[in-house]
């Protein structure tokens, strides 16, 4: 699979799972609600240390169905693990010049977490996809994605956290590509998850019509 096909998915996606599980059962059940109801982009975190089993075994049960990428990305060594273990695209908390050259030696989208222009742009300059903007989404909300647009309207940015299905067509509507949730895509039942998903699935496609 090509760079530009990954993010041409997590574009058209819209909206990502934000998955941090020990176990790989309960994994695949998130991934089987997320697809249920029409999401299939998930970042696996690795905050936890069996991110790279469980990156590979949704590989092996989902196939190309589901776009499975790896998530806290911190370092080159991690980054480098992530993508042996099968990792399509790859994200941060913040922007690391030695993940970037990672990333393109292998061809994958990366996506560090960016909270000034300068970093923002900085990235970008080293081959970023996306712009996570991370932390500042939580503290700015929908706005922040007119804020930064203005001066650099060719900046593609990622919202982490302060998105909910009260507020994601205004994140979408201001400008970001692909939204990031946690608890809507990863708790509760199965059932529960894919609800959730096609709530967000409904509200991505009548935005895009």
């Given amino acids: 699979m090509f760079k530009a096909d990954i993010v041409n998915r997590m574009e058209a996606c819209g909206a990502m799972a934000i998955v941090r599980t020990e176990s790989i059962e309960r994994g695949k059940e998130i991934a089987r609600g997320c697809l249920q109801g029409g999401v299939d982009v998930m970042e696996i975190s690795y905050t936890l240390p069996n991110a790279g089993d469980v990156i590979a075994a949704l ?20 980054c480098r693990m992530a993508i042996l273990a099968g990792a399509k695209f790859v994200i941060a908390p913040n922007f690391s010049r030695e993940v970037a050259r ?15 222009i300068t970093e923002m742009l900085e990235a970008l300059e080293v081959g970023a996809s996306y712009i996570k903007a991370f932390p500042i989404s939580n503290f700015y909300g929908p706005q922040l994605a007119k804020i930064i647009q203005t001066p650099i309207p060719e900046m593609p940015l990622m919202a982490s956290g302060g998105a909910s299905l009260d507020n994601l067509e205004e994140w979408l509507e201001n400008g970001i590509s692909c939204v990031g949730f946690g608890g809507l895509l990863t708790k509760g039942t199965q059932e529960e998850i894919a609800n959730n998903a096609a709530e967000i699935r409904r509200i991505i496609d009548i935005y895009r019509k």
């Avoid at 169905?65 to 080159?76: E, F, P, Q, R, Y």
């Fill in 59 to 78: 590989n092996h049960e989902f196939g190309k169905t589901m776009l499975v990428g790896a998530g806290t990305i911190l370092d080159a060594e991690t």
């Fill in 102 to 116: 990672m990333c393109n030696r292998y061809q994958i989208p990366y996506a560090p977490g960016c909270t000034t």
